[in-house]
């Protein structure tokens, strides 16, 4: 007995020892989407090419990250502190094929760090296009995670629960947004913001599948009749030949993501945005929660991502059991 005690104390010792040194990390430095890309001058430049493609679904062109390039004798110790870092290995001795790994919080937090391996610069750049999918995924879904963690600890209560009553599904509303509308089958929030308008909408339609073409036009008849323009005959309507539309999972549960730009009817208002659909099997309906933003004048793929957030917050009420 006096042996399993010991071994107790121990095991708590251990994981308070590594709770401990993952709370005493420094915080990290940079701004959201800015990535450190660690690696010899061809093989960087090679990986910070793809990487600095336009984002899909903007109005304008913006790369998806902001990348800054070093290589492993300037990788300093105040270099480490960044928030995304990509290191490139190439070494025919090590590996034996091109491989994505990573790593959180390995000196600073929050911290992302992808490793790429490859055996030879010819392997790396024949895997190039698939890597840097790979690397992409993970610095953005590591970045939503950051918005979402903050996002839980401070929300608009009042907003969200509306949408619990109406729909049946949690989502956190982020707390600026405390203006609102009511519609049928219909919630919209904004921040009411002069400038870098956050909005997110939820409302649903009959139906138990997930069809593009469908959404969109339901997504424009909602929207006529729920978000008009300052005049008579103005309305939010989508531009179908922006759009682009894939299926993911998320919790469990397979979710249609259609990505965008909208334009108010008779008025030269607009922007991007981003909707997930998910089919509620137990109402025969299909759920949207939709993210969209009016921000002229400024750079738009930090606002539109950090308002997506919230869409990875959604979660179906658990229904409680009687017995």
């Known amino acids: 007995m006096r042996t399993v005690v010991v071994c107790l104390l121990c095991l708590v010792a251990v994981l308070c020892s590594c709770e401990g040194q993952s709370s ?4 990290s430095g940079g701004r959201p989407y800015e990535v450190l890309l660690v690696a010899e001058n061809g093989v960087g430049c ?7 493609k336009n984002t899909p679904g903007l109005p304008q062109g913006e790369p998806m990250f902001d990348l800054s390039l070093t290589d492993s004798v300037g990788f300093g110790q105040s270099l480490r502190l960044a928030r995304n870092i990509i290191i490139v290995n190439i070494d025919a001795g090590l ?36 890597v840097a999918s790979q690397v992409s995924g993970l610095l953005t879904r590591a970045e939503m995670n950051v ?29 600026d947004m405390k203006a609102g509308k009511h ?28 069809d593009a073409t469908r959404a969109l036009a339901v997504r424009d008849s909602v929207m006529k009749a729920n978000i008009p323009g300052e005049r008579q005959g103005m309305y939010m309507q989508t531009v179908r030949s922006s759009v682009t539309a894939g ?13 965008g730009l909208w334009e108010m ?16 099997t137990v109402g025969r309906r299909v759920v ?11 750079k738009k793929r930090n606002l539109i991502r950090q308002t997506e957030a919230a869409l990875y917050t959604v979660e179906k009420v658990k229904s409680k059991k009687l017995f």
């Open 24 to 27: 005493m990390l420094p915080k």
């Open 46 to 52: 090679l990986l910070k090419d793809e990487l600095s």
């Open 95 to 130: 590996f034996t094929a091109v491989r994505v790994r990573y790593e959180k919080n390995v000196w600073a937090k929050p911290q992302m760090v992808v490793y790429v391996n490859a055996p030879s610069f010819h392997d790396f750049s024949r895997a190039l296009p698939v």
């Open 147 to 175: 918005e979402v963690s903050r996002l839980t600890g401070a929300y608009n209560d009042d907003a969200s629960a509306k949408v619990r009553r109406m729909f049946g599904y949690d989502i956190k509303i982020p707390a």
């Open 183 to 210: 519609g049928e089958n219909f919630l919209w929030f904004s921040n009411n913001a002069a400038s870098g308008m956050k909005n997110l909408c939820v409302y649903s339609y009959p139906g138990l599948h997930l």
């Open 247 to 259: 299926f993911a999972k998320e919790k469990g549960r397979t979710v249609m993501i259609c990505r």
């Open 265 to 280: 009817h008779g008025d030269a208002m607009g922007g991007p945005f981003v909707s997930h659909s998910m089919v509620d």
């Open 288 to 298: 949207v929660a939709e993210a969209f933003i009016y921000a002229p004048g400024m």
